[in-house]
């Protein structure tokens, strides 16, 4: 196991993911489902070569990050309900 891997892996993610430019590609139309398939299909390689270096205990920072980033879309998609609720008033 490499250690801090996982702080590698959100390193490398966030700036691999800022060049790909996603707001462009929604900008677009791209789906979000082809976004994510370009980013993987664009960064395979790495990505094979980050999952071979994660053992259990970095697998499951990832899945508890996972959880907490699931938690902030729900908080987002409730502010946005509120907003819209706003602009029907």
Do not use: C, R
Request: aromatic letters at 16%.
């Amino acid at each position: 196991m490499t250690k801090n891997i996982t702080n590698l892996w959100f390193k490398w993610f966030y700036e691999s993911w800022k060049s790909f430019n996603p707001g462009n590609l929604i900008e677009n139309s791209l789906s979000t489902s082809q976004i994510a398939e370009n980013f993987v299909h664009q960064n395979q390689n790495q990505l094979i070569e980050f999952s071979k270096k994660f053992d259990a205990d970095n697998y499951d920072a990832l899945v508890e990050f996972m959880k907490l980033s699931e938690s902030e879309l729900l908080i987002l998609k409730y502010f946005l309900k509120l907003i819209k609720s706003n602009k029907t008033k």
